[in-house]
């Protein structure tokens, strides 16, 4: 009888416990990651700077370059500037736009990247996908996915909370974007791939209903495993489609109308999936997102990051042009900004607002 299976791009280390950055030259080289310690080491000027002179004397190896920013010009500077070393890998330390320049870099230049994520703001950590600012806003790079990551939960409390809570919003997304794409199938045969999206649907579920709060090791390493689930979800489908659905779009929208104003990503998918999954006609499942994200101290009503209500409406029917050719509850239902404001009305009295 064949044996039938498939490869699933995935890291070959997942290191997520308080001290983990304390033994991040012990680990690569155990794994065979950089046995030579020739590491180039992608900082900011930030959180990244003041870890490096704990990191310096564990990895004497390795070279430091300063990353200037998220910007697509950043990640090629930082390329450019690792060509003349003989690096075993690339390592981002910091948060996600330092990691998105290191992943886009780390393809460009041709070698294995390394994540030492210092926040969980969001699900990039170990994601196929570089996020980088470009000169027509903001662009997706498909990119490999990270051969490693480290997740010190030590490093993880000492940065702002806000982080914490935009990586929540982001995971508990996932349950919205997975029920946006198995509707796509439903209506229009697209299709699902049933690992992606239990990995996809799992890592939320699991933070959706931990009972742990923003400060335990307990809840941190199932929000940092659900944020490694979720990149590994779209690794498997080849697309971002298990942790990117009307949620994503409604976000995007916010984004692209509002950038002065625009909240952190997780804040917004967050509301976005709630709302999403009220169109959807899950009420008990909307009200129990928006008690979660409530607990968790993330906003669930438009108000809460600072748009009215008919500002939220106009992103809600914009949202679609933000992804052409993804189906979604919003592409599903069609609705005239009449009806859209009169949906969220109904949300805002179902959750509470």
């Known amino acids: 009888m064949p044996v039938l299976t498939r490869l699933i791009p995935?890291?070959?280390?997942?290191d997520i416990r308080p001290g983990a950055l304390d033994d991040l030259a012990t680990v690569l080289a155990d794994q065979r990651v950089s046995q030579s310690g020739r590491l180039a080491v992608a900082i900011s000027n930030g959180?990244?700077?003041?870890?490096?002179?704990?990191?310096?004397?564990s990895l004497p190896g390795a070279d430091w370059f300063e990353v200037g920013g998220g910007t697509i010009d950043d990640a090629v500077r930082l390329a450019d500037a690792m060509k003349s070393g003989r690096y075993d890998a690339v390592v981002g330390l910091g948060g996600g736009k330092i990691i998105d320049c290191a992943k886009f870099a780390a393809a460009r230049v041709g070698l294995p990247m390394v994540a030492v994520a210092t926040n969980l703001s969001h699900d990039g950590i170990c994601s196929p996908v570089s996020i980088l600012d470009n000169d027509a806003g903001r662009g997706s790079y498909g990119v490999p996915?990270?051969?490693?990551?480290?997740?010190?939960?030590?490093?993880?409390r000492e940065a702002p909370i806000r982080f914490v809570r935009s990586g929540i919003g982001d995971a508990v997304s996932?349950?919205?974007?997975?029920?946006d794409w198995e509707l796509a199938h439903?209506?229009?045969?697209?299709?699902?791939?049933?690992?992606?999206?239990?990995?996809?649907?799992?890592?939320?579920?699991?933070v959706l209903r931990h009972p742990g709060g923003c400060g335990d090791d307990g809840f941190l390493t199932v929000l940092s495993e659900g944020l490694v689930l979720s990149g590994i979800a779209m690794s498997?489908?080849?697309?971002?489609?298990?942790?990117?659905?009307?949620?994503?779009?409604i976000s995007h929208a916010l984004d692209l109308l509002y950038p002065r104003r625009a909240a952190s990503h997780g804040e917004q998918v967050g509301i976005g999936a709630a709302?999403?999954?009220?169109?959807?006609?899950d009420e008990e499942g909307s009200r129990l997102m928006a008690d979660v994200l409530r607990r968790h101290g993330l906003p669930v009503l438009a108000g809460e990051i600072g748009?009215?209500?008919?500002?939220?409406?106009?992103?809600?029917?914009?949202?679609?042009?933000?992804?052409p050719g993804r189906y979604t509850i919003l592409e599903h239902l069609d609705l005239p900004p009449g009806r859209i404001r009169a949906a969220y009305a109904e949300y805002t009295a179902s959750v509470g607002g």
């Not at 959180?47 to 004397?57: D, H, M, Y």
């Not at 996932?174 to 029920?179: H, R």
């Not at 709302?275 to 006609?281: D, E, Q, V």
Request: glycine share 8%.
């Open 10 to 14: 995935s890291p070959v280390v997942v």
């Open 47 to 57: 959180s990244g700077a003041r870890l490096r002179e704990r990191v310096a004397p």
């Open 145 to 156: 996915t990270p051969i490693a990551l480290v997740v010190d939960l030590a490093v993880i």
């Open 174 to 179: 996932n349950i919205s974007a997975v029920a």
């Open 186 to 206: 439903r209506v229009n045969g697209e299709r699902v791939d049933g690992l992606a999206a239990a990995m996809a649907r799992q890592a939320g579920e699991a």
């Open 236 to 249: 498997i489908a080849g697309h971002t489609r298990p942790s990117s659905g009307a949620c994503h779009e």
């Open 275 to 281: 709302f999403a999954t009220h169109l959807r006609g």
């Open 307 to 323: 748009f009215d209500d008919d500002e939220f409406a106009r992103a809600v029917e914009f949202a679609p042009q933000t992804r």
